[in-house]
């Protein structure tokens, strides 16, 4: 069966676009995939942390996981740190990929701001540390968010210079299998109505975890009133809801909206403005807080619930990382022989 892996920073809040655009798309992939489903902590310290709170926000994506369907028998859940040769691999690649590729990565780029001598080194190295979480399991599908884009892009390279640099000792070992190739080519899952979703202050930005702004993002614990509020007070502009999709063109704000409905409500766009066409704000942020509550609420409740019993979780990420463990150490004691370190 092909192998899916996909990871979530513990890096703050979990927002709706997490679960549109990542979280939700895991469930369906367990009847027909071997699924890995990690909580990236590694990846998270690349900006600064405290402890107590990646513990907590660690416990909080696992919880989302399980409360979002994901079966914690049937597809494997763990943080990364809990298997070591997550970061032994990134070391490899840190040595097969170019600084020129690591500086042309957009998310670098944007979080690194103007200030780039100034952020950690991980923060340049973390698409070198990503191939190595999808590339340890040899994993082929990838369920990420439009903004994943890239650094997936920069997985198959870092791959193919590996399999090409260690073609010779690849092949003398025999473990290119059929093609040659130790490592495979990963496709990007990324589809369906809700890939990318915009901040609610500012229809040009993602939606995201390390927003300043509280108030831009629907975070998966927010409560019922704080949906609505926040929805509420959602930057649009003035006119009413087009009557087609064509209509939501230059209109970022309210084409983030009609999206979110759409994906919140199984939908598809033309869909939604086929009700909503011709509407005013204040008929379509009412119905749409009450769709985004009547979706989110059961998973809150689920989160709290497994939240107040941490020991569960640690257990159910205890018990992923040692069957991560299991696939990833035979993968990486192969690639240690590839490169030639004696043991
Ligand atoms: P941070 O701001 O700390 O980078 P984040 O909100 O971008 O946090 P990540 O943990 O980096 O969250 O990403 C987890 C998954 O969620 C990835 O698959 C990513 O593509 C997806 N994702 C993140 N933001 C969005 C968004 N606004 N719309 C759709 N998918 C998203
Ligand atoms: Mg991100």
């Known amino acids: 069966t092909p192998r899916v892996f996909s990871g979530i920073q513990p890096s703050g809040d979990l927002h709706l676009g997490n ?91 944007d979080k690194a701001g103007k200030n780039s001598e100034n952020v950690s080194l ?57 093609t040659g190739e130790f490592f495979p080519m990963t496709d990007p899952l990324i589809a369906g109505p809700a890939t990318r979703i915009m901040s609610l202050r500012d229809g040009t930005k993602k939606m995201s975890k390390s927003d300043p702004s509280d108030q831009s993002r629907i975070s998966l614990l927010d409560d019922a009133d704080a949906i609505a509020k926040k929805i509420r007070r959602a930057t649009t502009d003035p006119a009413e809801l087009p ?32 009700e909503f066409g011709g509407k005013g704000w204040g008929v379509f942020k009412p119905a749409l807080a009450d769709l985004a509550v009547s979706v989110l609420s059961p998973m809150s409740t689920r989160m709290r619930e497994l939240l107040d019993d941490p020991e569960t979780i640690d257990g159910v990420l205890r018990d992923g990382g040692a069957r991560a463990r299991a696939i990833a150490a035979p993968i990486m004691d192969e690639v240690r022989r590839i490169v030639g370190f004696v043991r």
């Open 243 to 274: 009557e087609t999709v064509e209509g939501l063109a230059g209109r970022p704000e309210a084409d983030n909206l009609v999206g979110i409905y759409a994906a919140l409500s199984d939908r598809s766009k033309p869909e939604v403005l086929a």
């Open 19 to 109: 679960y549109l655009g990542a979280i939700r798309r895991f469930v369906p992939l367990q009847d027909t995939h071997e699924t890995l489903y990690c909580v990236v902590d590694m990846h998270a310290i690349t900006v600064w942390q405290e402890p107590e709170a990646l513990r907590r926000a660690t416990r909080e994506v696992a919880a989302a996981f399980i409360a979002a369907g994901i079966d914690p028998k049937r597809s494997i859940i763990f943080n990364q740190s809990q298997v070591a040769e997550h970061a032994e691999l990134a070391w490899v690649f840190n040595c097969i990929a170019r600084i020129g590729w690591m500086n042309r990565m957009t998310q670098f780029k």
């Open 122 to 178: 991980g923060l340049l190295a973390y698409p070198s540390l990503m191939a190595a979480d999808i590339l340890l399991y040899k994993a082929t599908q990838v369920p990420v968010g439009d903004d994943q884009k890239q650094h997936l892009e920069l997985t198959r390279d870092i791959a193919a210079k590996f399999n090409n640099d260690y073609a010779q000792t690849i092949k003398a070992l025999g473990l290119g299998g059929d």
